[in-house]
C-alpha cells in the first residue's frame, strides 16, 4: 500500500474505532470495531507486522497493571469503601450543599488519585447521587464534579490514569519522583477546579436542602463499618509500588499482589466467583486499548508524527511547556486523550521527562472540555442519563471552557517550577 493511502485508511479507521467507542451502538463494547481495525491495518501493509508487535510489547505490561488496579478498585466496592464513603459525605455535609461539594472533591481527587479515575465514574459517582438524593441537595455540582476530577485529580500517581501509566513508561521516572513532581500541580488543579465550580455552580450550592429527600423522615441507619481490610490493603498495595519502583522491579507485581489478596478473600468468603474476577479486570476494554494502541502507531507512521513534529515546541522552559500541554489538550478533544497521549510521548520522550509530564498535564485536564475528550467522561454521561439527570452539551462545555484554562495554565507553571526545584 502506498503512503497516501495507507496514511487514508489509518485515519478513516481510527475515526470508526473512537466513533464506537462514543457511540457504542446496540451496547456494543469497544474491542467490537477496534479489533478488526487493528488486524486490518496490518493485513493491508498500513502498519508493519513488526511494528504492530512492537507496540503490542509495549502497551502489554501497561494493560497488564491496568487490569490489576480495576480488580482492586472493583473488590474495594464489595468490601463496602464506596458505601463508607458515600455515609461520610453525608454526615459531614449536613444537607448543605457547599460541604458536600467539598467532600465530593476531597473523596474524588483520593479516589481518583489512588484507584483509578475509573473507580471515581463508575464506583463513586453513584454513591454521590445517592447522597444527594438523601441530603435532598441539588446532585448537578456534585455529579460534575466526578467527571471532571476523573480527569484532573488523575495526575498524581502513575496509577491513576491509563494515560499516566504510559507517561511513566516514557518518562524513565521513577515512582516516587513522578509523584514528587507532580504533587504540586495536581493540588493546583484540583484548586482551580474547586474555584471555579464554586462560583459556576452558585445557585445550586445556594439553594436550601429540599425537605423531600428520600430518607428525610426515616430512621438514621447505624453508618456502614469501615472496611479496614481493604483499606489496608491498599496502603501495602502503595508502599509496594514505591518499593518496587526503587528496587527496579515492575511495579505492576505490586498491583497484581493487592488486587489478589483482595479478589482471594472474595473468593473464600463466596463474595466472588472467578468469573467476576476475570469480568473485573474489563477484557473487552484491554483488548480496546491494544487495538487502538497499534490503529494509532499506524496513524503515526504514515505522517501524523511529522505533522505534529513541525508544531510541537522544543525544550522544557515555561513557554515550551505551556505550549506541548496547550496541543496536548487540543488534541485530546480531537481524537480522544488515550490516541493523543499515544502519539505525542514519542515525539516528546526524548526532550526529557519535563516535557512528558506537560503531556500529561494536556491530556489528563483538556478533556473536561467536549465530552469526547476521554472515555471516562463519556463513561460518565451513560451513568448520569441512567439516574435520568439531564447532562446538555451546552453547559459541559461552558464550564469546561472556563475550568480547562483555568486549571491548565497554573498547572504549567507548578510542573516548571517543580522541574527547577527537584530538577529533571
Known sequence: MNAPSAEA???????????????????????????????????????????????????????????????????????????????????????????LLTSVFVLASAITAVLSLDATIVLLTPVVFATAARTGVRPKPHSYACAHLSNTASLLLPVSNLTNLLAFSASGLSFTRFAALMTLPWLVAIGAEYLVFRRFFAADLAAPASAEAVDGDAPAADPPALPLFALVTVACTLAGFVVASALGIDPAWAALAGALVLAGRALVRRRATPVAVLRATAPGFLAFVLALGIVVRAVVDNGLADALGRVLPDGTGLAALLGIAALAAVLANLINNLPAVLVLLPL????????????????????????????????????VHRYEHDVGIGEFTRLGLISVPAALIPAVVALWGSLIVLGN
Open 9 to 99: 485508511l489509518s485515519i478513516v479507521l481510527l475515526i470508526a474505532v473512537l466513533a464506537c467507542a462514543v457511540v457504542r451502538p446496540f451496547g456494543l463494547p469497544e474491542a467490537v470495531v477496534a479489533v478488526p481495525a487493528a488486524g486490518l491495518v496490518v493485513a493491508t501493509g498500513a502498519i508493519s507486522p513488526e511494528h504492530a508487535w512492537e507496540e503490542a510489547e509495549r502497551l502489554g505490561p501497561v494493560v497488564g497493571f491496568l487490569a490489576a488496579v480495576l480488580v482492586l478498585a472493583h473488590f474495594c466496592d464489595v468490601e463496602g469503601l464506596f458505601r463508607a464513603c458515600g455515609a461520610w459525605m453525608a454526615r459531614w455535609a449536613r444537607n448543605r450543599p457547599g460541604r
Open 348 to 383: 516528546t520522550a526524548t526532550a526529557g521527562p519535563g516535557a512528558v509530564l506537560a503531556v500529561l498535564l494536556g491530556v489528563n485536564i483538556g478533556p473536561n472540555l467536549t465530552y469526547a475528550g476521554s472515555l471516562a467522561t463519556l463513561l460518565w454521561r451513560r451513568i
